[in-house]
């Protein structure tokens, strides 16, 4: 058993650092420790309230920040990139993040940025384009993207 079966998300979890600790081991139960249930009742909050789907299998070594420690990205439902830390407090909190209940450790402060990706746009356009008449979709495909036809998820 991981930490990641703890959770309500097990499939989400398993894929990150902290969800592949041991909780249970019956060959080695030296080996064991269970998470604390703080943190996992945190994870369960946490994708709840940010509507996380996915752990993203993709190179984000363009969000990521050397100087952070236990950083996780995780894809909301909009397609937007959340970016997680969790270190010690007398390490501070980059401008950017804002800091969030507890993910990792209680001792430790967790972080959270939401980063918007070409995905999480696409998406808001396809809601706008919906709900605006033919003709201002055209305007805003122009403007946009300099074509001068709908555009194919309008």
């Known amino acids: 058993m991981k930490y990641s079966d703890r959770t309500k998300y097990p499939k989400l979890f398993k894929q990150c650092y902290w969800g592949m600790f041991t909780a249970a081991d019956p060959v080695r139960p ?28 993709m190179n984000l070594d363009r969000v990521r920040l050397d100087q952070l420690d ?21 390490l501070g909190v980059p401008p950017e ?20 990706t070409l995905r999480s746009k696409r998406k808001l356009l396809k809601a706008v384009f919906k709900k605006v008449p033919e003709e201002v979709a055209l305007i805003i495909n122009l403007f946009i993207t300099g074509a001068r036809k709908r555009p194919r998820y309008a």
């Not at 943190?39 to 940010?50: K, M, Q, T």
């Not at 993040?97 to 980063?115: A, M």
């Open 30 to 57: 030296e080996r064991a420790q269970e998470p604390d249930k703080a943190i996992v009742a945190a994870r369960n909050r946490f994708v709840e309230e940010y509507k996380i789907v996915a752990y993203p299998k």
């Open 70 to 90: 236990h950083q996780e990205f995780w894809e909301d439902d909009q397609g937007r990139i959340v970016h997680l830390f969790s270190h010690h407090p007398t």
């Open 97 to 116: 993040f804002r800091v969030i209940y507890s993910l990792y450790s209680q001792s430790q402060v967790t972080g959270l940025r939401i980063v918007e």
